[in-house]
Each structure stands twice: as structure tokens, then as C-alpha cells.
């Protein structure tokens, strides 16, 4: 999972609902701390293209364990309504991809979405570097805390159930 300083992880959701809605909110990273539980601000300082490309905003969160890294991202590449892929920069280096696919529900019996988030990123901040080779699997714990209440604060924003996560 960790090479020195760097992390990946690799998370994924899957919501009893159409890709559209889910492209929706996750496309609006704006309203994402009105959902997202340990998000405390989301800012956006540019839209980019037409496109989405060159989307640029400042995104703050709180950790459990009481400190919090701060991030700006910018949009890379954007094919609506499937793929969003952008750069980090702040506390954390690195990029983020969402891929939101087409599934069903384990029964077949209604339309579902699966969301893979990969996110590959190293600690650039100086406090957080040095506590790196000690702290990963507090970082790791975390990371999966967030990504859970994400995942529960998106399903029930879009008024669908949480199928599986991980």
C-alpha cells in the first residue's frame, strides 16, 4: 500500500441507483460537504472548459484523529457521465480517478451504479511527512472512515441504498 511517502487506495461503492444522479453529485464537488461527513469546505475557484477540464477547487477535511489536510484539485480529464480524473496538490500530491460503471443490483432486479475511486497520493506536508513511515495504518483507517461515510452520505442524498462498499 505504501511506498515511503506515497499511498494508494482503491475504494469502491455501489448504489442502487441510475449513473446519472451519481455522475451528478459526484461531478458537483461543491455540494459535496452538504453529504460528505468530514468534509468541511469545498471551494471553487474555476470552472475550466466547457468541458469540465481545468476545473479547479480547494477541498479541506477533517480526520478522526484530529488533524486535516487541505487539497486543491484540478479536473484533468472528464468524460461525462463515466470518468473524472484530476490532480492534487496542497498537503497531498497526487490524482484521483472516478470511474462510475453500469451495474445491477446482486438480484438483477433493478439498475445500480458502481464507482471505483483510485486515489494515489503522497504526504507533502511537512508534519504529515515525517509521521508517514508510523502513521499508515492510521492514514489507511481514516481514508476508509471517509470513504464510507461518503458512500452512505451519497446514497441517502440520492434517496437509493447502499449496496456494497469497500
Known amino acids: 500500500m505504501a511506498a515511503g511517502r506515497e499511498f494508494s487506495f482503491l475504494t ?95 438480484d438483477g432486479s433493478a439498475p445500480a451504479t458502481a464507482v471505483l475511486f483510485d486515489w494515489r497520493v503522497r504526504l507533502a506536508r511537512p508534519g504529515l511527512r515525517l509521521a508517514a513511515p508510523f502513521a499508515g495504518p492510521i492514514l489507511r483507517w481514516n481514508h476508509a472512515r471517509l470513504m464510507r461515510a461518503g458512500a452512505q452520505g451519497l446514497a441517502s442524498r440520492l434517496g437509493c441504498e447502499l449496496l456494497a462498499e469497500g
Open 12 to 106: 469502491t461503492w455501489l448504489l442502487a441507483c441510475e449513473r446519472g444522479p451519481v455522475w451528478e453529485a459526484i461531478y458537483d464537488a461543491d455540494t459535496w460537504s452538504e453529504w460528505w461527513p468530514g468534509l468541511v469546505g469545498a471551494e471553487r475557484h474555476s470552472s475550466g472548459e466547457e468541458t469540465g477540464v481545468g476545473q479547479r477547487g480547494r477541498y479541506r477535511w477533517r480526520a478522526a484523529v484530529r488533524y486535516g489536510v487541505s487539497f486543491e484539485m484540478v479536473s484533468t480529464r472528464v468524460e461525462a457521465p463515466r470518468l473524472l480524473e484530476g490532480k492534487a496538490s496542497g498537503d497531498l500530491d497526487g490524482s484521483g480517478v472516478w470511474r462510475l460503471l453500469d451495474a445491477s443490483a446482486p
